[in-house]
């Protein structure tokens, strides 16, 4: 069964509640309506409700079943207020969490932290620092997880692939490095994949010398050491990490090097560089950036997507429940 194909079938079983925070936007809409008509997801849609019914019908978009919720007129405002008060912990003012709750961003990943929804996607019309920075505020970091993640999927045919850190942390630390390669783990596993997971380097088991071979070699000990039921190895040039001739010259015996298909790169430059030569150059789909390590699932949206990117991106977000 095809990856998507899946991912309907399994929340179709138990639809769960998705916040999309620009309801007015027409890709939101079309998507919100795919997922109303076959009944996978239940929909809450942000904004004027006026503005989000008059979107839809210019758009020809059946959205019947949706909750529409304008922030400002939300009967239980105030307590969401009084809550994020709570939650700032003295960083906001009551005056400004008031301001920040009538923005659909904080709404909505309140909504998510209230339990009135179960996950929430952004990042239509909004910046991912927009959608980033409310769930780091609001719905926190799984126990034991210090920093927030992404990863990239990405689907050629029968090949699926996964990326990380891709979107978030620009010059990850040793012990980040650790919990991206974990958790990206994680996540490849909700898409089907059998993590082999690379730490990749411009050095193959000691080639190279410098700061960041020593970061992956570093990590790659450590969650050897800490998961040893995940297949990991490192650090490992690209070529060593996918081709088994050359994969297991270096690393030979390694269950990794030569048949990887989980990638966590050393720092942004070369991860967002990496899933981008992959999805042009490569011919894969690519969906993200998926944030990895929050309580509850939040996700990304580029701007530039298309309708049908933010209905895939609303079912990846709901699976990872």
Do not use: W
């Not at 990943?109 to 780091?136: E, F, H, I, N, Q």
């Not at 650790?178 to 000691?206: C, H, M, N, Q, W």
């Amino acid at each position: 069964m095809e990856l998507f194909e899946r991912f309907e079938t399994q929340l179709k079983a138990d639809p769960k509640t998705i916040v999309f925070t620009e309801g007015p936007d027409a890709r939101i809409l079309s998507a919100a309506s795919r997922l109303l008509a076959g009944g996978i997801l239940k929909v809450i849609l942000l904004g004027n409700v006026q503005e989000v019914r008059d979107a839809a019908a210019k758009g020809g978009f059946d959205i019947t079943g949706a909750e529409i919720i304008d922030p400002t007129a939300y009967e239980g405002f105030d307590d969401m207020v009084a809550k994020m008060v709570e939650l700032r912990k003295g960083k906001m003012t009551e005056e400004q969490c008031r301001a920040a709750m009538a923005k659909g961003n904080y709404f909505g990943t309140m909504l998510v932290k209230m339990g009135k929804a179960d996950c929430l996607l952004g990042g239509a019309t909004y910046s991912t620092a927009d959608t980033v920075r409310p769930a780091l505020q609001l719905i926190k970091c799984k126990p034991g997880i210090k920093a927030v993640s992404s990863s990239f999927i990405l689907v050629r045919g029968d090949e699926t692939l996964a990326m990380g850190d891709c979107a978030i942390n620009i010059d990850p630390t040793e012990d980040e490095i650790v919990e991206i390669t974990v958790e990206t783990a994680k996540t490849a596993a909700v898409f089907g994949i059998d993590p082999r997971v690379a730490l990749l380097s411009y050095s193959s088991k000691g080639s190279g010398k410098g700061e960041t071979v020593d970061k992956m070699r570093n990590a790659t000990a450590r969650v050897q050491a800490e998961h040893p039921e995940l297949k990991v190895d490192g650090e490992l040039q690209f070529d060593a990490a996918v081709a088994p001739e050359v994969g297991q010259l270096k690393a030979k015996g390694s269950p990794v090097a030569g048949y990887a298909n989980t990638f966590i790169f050393p720092n942004i430059n070369a991860g967002n560089i990496g899933y981008k030569i992959a999805q042009r150059l490569g011919g894969f789909e690519a969906y993200g950036p998926i944030l990895q390590g929050l309580n509850a699932p939040i996700n990304d949206l580029s701007r530039g997507c298309n309708a049908e990117e933010v209905y895939k991106m609303a079912l990846i977000t709901a699976a990872l429940i």
